[in-house]
């Protein structure tokens, strides 16, 4: 059959008359990573990349089409903000969309010389027009509270528009912008984070990774979000091991586990004489250590939290 798995991607959305039925709740991308579900209830044909017009605030806004099947809670959002698609995008709209781009570079641009001009202590990040025009908006980073009332001003007598500065963080400026990590993927905070967890020096205590800061800092500064990614595996794993820091007896004598390397499935021992001996697992059994990684329950793959309640014995 053409198109292979995709089609059965596509059958909760087939009706009795054989028709495709569109999903009635799709998700827009914006500039910047910016995304929202938008109720279609006109049933309009879209395709992931599509470029669709959109209700919004005192207007109208333009994005392409990111996922036709949104959460449970992200469609529950749009039906309390009531955000709707009003219709696919014309020729004549993508280039309109292009000449906006190409303002938003001059804005930024200009915007920049003004806050300069009034001596503010801001660093801009990015510009986005709104597709209709009624609206600019100017994201900015900023170590504390910013007066700019005298700077929305200027822009207003420029742009003869609505103008709105927002204030975000860090963290938020590298997803608006993008760019690629250490490792040579997409940030993940620009490519699927939703929502920015708290992460602390614990996490990378926990897996054993060297404490230096330039290692563990990603491109916004702050720890790399992907240090609680494996958090919990590693909290696993670590159950077939001595302890860390803990005495141990060996073959050898007394010491202190020293260092664990889950995936050599090693430990270093520190001896009272400063020497350090490496053993693997087999080799703690063979001294009469028991432990198994069944001990403890394995992490669920997403990430959530184990079920500790204990089943009513029967």
């Known amino acids: 059959m053409p198109g292979g798995c995709r089609g059965l991607q596509s059958v909760e959305h087939i009706t009795l008359t054989g028709k495709a039925k569109m999903p009635d709740y799709i998700e827009i991308k914006f500039k910047g990573e910016r995304k ?77 010389n003004k806050v300069k001009k009034h001596n503010l202590n801001m660093k801009l990040v990015d510009c986005e027009y709104q597709f209709d025009g009624n609206k600019i908006t100017f994201y900015f980073t900023a170590e504390k509270r910013v007066d700019f009332r005298e700077l929305v001003k200027d822009l207003a007598g420029e742009y003869r528009t609505r103008i709105e500065l927002r204030q975000i963080g860090v963290r938020d400026e590298a997803k608006r912008l993008g760019g690629y990590g250490v490792c040579g993927r997409k940030l993940c905070c620009a490519a699927w984070i939703k929502e920015f967890k708290p992460i602390s020096t614990q996490a990378a205590k926990e897996q054993n990774l060297p404490l230096n800061p330039n290692k563990l800092a990603g491109s916004c500064g702050r720890l790399k979000c992907c240090l609680i990614f494996e958090r919990d595996f590693y909290n696993w794993a670590v159950t077939a091991f001595p302890e860390l820091a803990k005495p141990i007896t060996t073959s050898r004598g007394k010491g202190i586990v020293h260092r664990i390397d889950i995936f050599k499935e090693t430990i270093e021992v520190r001896y009272p004489d400063e020497e350090i001996e490496t053993l693997s697992i087999t080799e703690l059994e063979k001294n009469g250590y028991r432990c198994d990684k069944n001990c403890a329950d394995k992490p669920a793959q997403n990430g959530g939290k184990k079920d500790n309640k204990k089943k009513d014995s029967k």
């Open 36 to 112: 929202a579900v938008f109720h279609n209830p006109l049933q309009l044909p879209f395709r992931p990349g599509d470029y669709a017009i959109v209700e919004a605030e005192k207007g109208e806004d333009c994005g392409r089409v990111n996922n036709l099947h949104p959460t449970r809670k992200q469609i529950e959002e749009c039906k309390e903000q009531k955000r709707k698609i009003l219709r696919k995008a014309l020729p004549a709209d993508i280039i309109k969309i292009r000449q906006k781009q190409s303002n938003e570079s001059r804005a930024l641009d200009s915007c920049r």
